[in-house]
């Protein structure tokens, strides 16, 4: 039987290469660039076959030269089938602080320039569900405008640096947070409040401006929110999925799910922890798979014993230390050594190998660097299992056109 063709595809904000391992089945990978040097490690450890692996930031003229002259030839042909990428969302989540000025949360800009530049004929984008309420100002604000937006900016900086003296107070004597700091602290929060509200009209959803913004490049563009375990991730891990096309008269749909949580509608079941990870139930630490436990202290291990399931060590931190039912998928893996599961089985937090389990990593895919760096790379991946899919999708409807 003949290989199935592979479609030509450019990864932007690569990261270690959740999204890039599920599409590889079905792309070949010309040009992968990220700025973040120990996840790109774990990338060209294994991703042997993509062509170009750059280093460097987007931002950058010389970066972008340098990703755009590495696929010129493509280009020139008009033969870049997909671009896939996920800009850092923490400028987008509920978690984070949500600054409508965090350039994090224009980086999708710079993937855009990449999309006018080469012209592929999908683009996919992956975020944080936050950034279908997340707000960012207007391009085209007015001069008042402009003048209160720069007064916001001021008092918002003046905000965290008080708040930084706030904490270092709190841990280090030489400084010293006064009843005075605390006066203006409270006067500022209050102004910034007040401003919130001026300045509401003048801004705009996240998720329509992207829209827009690729509607003059040409491309239609929809959305939908992906739940991974409807995808065979053993995680239910809610994503934005954003997905474009610049070919005439494509219905773009949400790609077609496998999983549902009992099997309905003729599906397999969601895919649970136990199935995931009991494999490694009675493994000794291994090293050169990233099994590798955390030290705990005898009472730690005590008190880990005693956590039932759906609960966590400390009521008042519900995500660290959570101990989730081995039967159902895990909640959200989130890039934070302080949010790490509790094992259902063995009285320890578990270990990056099994986290990256339920990030649907398959089994000989070897992370690089520390615990910590690595249990990072492991959270802000896409999940290979949701992935594979939406590249399925995308692959489908290349053959199709």
Known sequence: MAEKKKYNLISL?????????????????LVANDIWDSALKTYKYNFTNTRNIIEGDITKKETKDRILNSIKKEIEKKNIDCLIGGPPCQAYSISGNRNPNDNRGSLYKEYLEIVKKCSPKYIVMENVKGILSMKHKKSNLNKKEEELWKKYNTITEEINDLKLLKRKSKTYKKFIFTEKNELNYKKLKKEKKKLDKILECSKELVINRIKNDFKILGYNVKYFVCN????????KRERVIIIGTNIPDINILKPPTTHSENGENNKKKWKSIKQAISYLEDKKEDKKINHIFTKHKPLFIEKIKKVNYGNSLNPKFKEANFKPHPDKPSPTVKANNGALFLHYKNPRVMSNREIASLQSFPKDFIFQGNKGNIS???GNAVPVGLSENIAKYIYNLLEKN
């Open 13 to 29: 904000f690569c990261g270690c290469g959740g999204f890039d391992k599920g599409f590889e089945k079905y792309f070949n990978v």
């Open 228 to 235: 991974s375990a409807n995808y065979g991730v053993p995680q």
């Open 376 to 378: 990072k790379q492991i």
